[in-house]
């Protein structure tokens, strides 16, 4: 008699985010997007109007933070508060994707709603 055991999931080479981009954007794609060149796109991530990190090898940028072909209107101001506070691209996109209640949501998803200068005014209060 054989006891059948669920088989494991793969092991990923990296943990999966809790809470994490819905969906991401490789650079090519993000400067299709926007309408730009690729080494615009490289010039606005310099800038801190855009945040990539690698995934996989690969420089993303989380689909969110693209929307209707511009840059969320706050993202340049509140990458540039966090970068202060002394945050890295990966403790950056941790803190714009960790679940907050009192958004409601995260900061990212607040960043293109009613919400986003409360997003701006945390960050901010992060270099204090």
Do not use: C
Not at 23 to 50: C, F, N, Y
Not at 64 to 88: C, F, I, M, S, W
């Amino acid at each position: 008699m054989t006891d059948s055991v669920p088989a494991s999931p793969p092991a990923s080479p990296e943990p999966p985010d809790q809470a994490g981009p819905s969906g991401w954007l490789t650079l090519p794609d993000v400067a299709e997007r926007l309408d730009v060149t690729i080494s615009k796109v490289h010039q606005m991530i310099r800038d801190r109007e855009l945040l990539a990190v690698r995934r996989d090898g690969v420089r993303r940028v989380p689909a969110e933070l693209v929307a209707n072909q511009t840059v969320r209107k706050h993202l340049p101001g509140v990458l540039t508060l966090l970068d202060d506070a002394g945050y890295d691209d990966e403790a950056v996109l941790r803190w714009l994707y960790e679940p907050d209640d009192s958004l409601p949501g995260t900061p990212a998803a607040a960043l293109g709603g009613d919400r986003a200068r409360e997003v701006k005014r945390r960050a901010q209060a992060l270099g204090f």
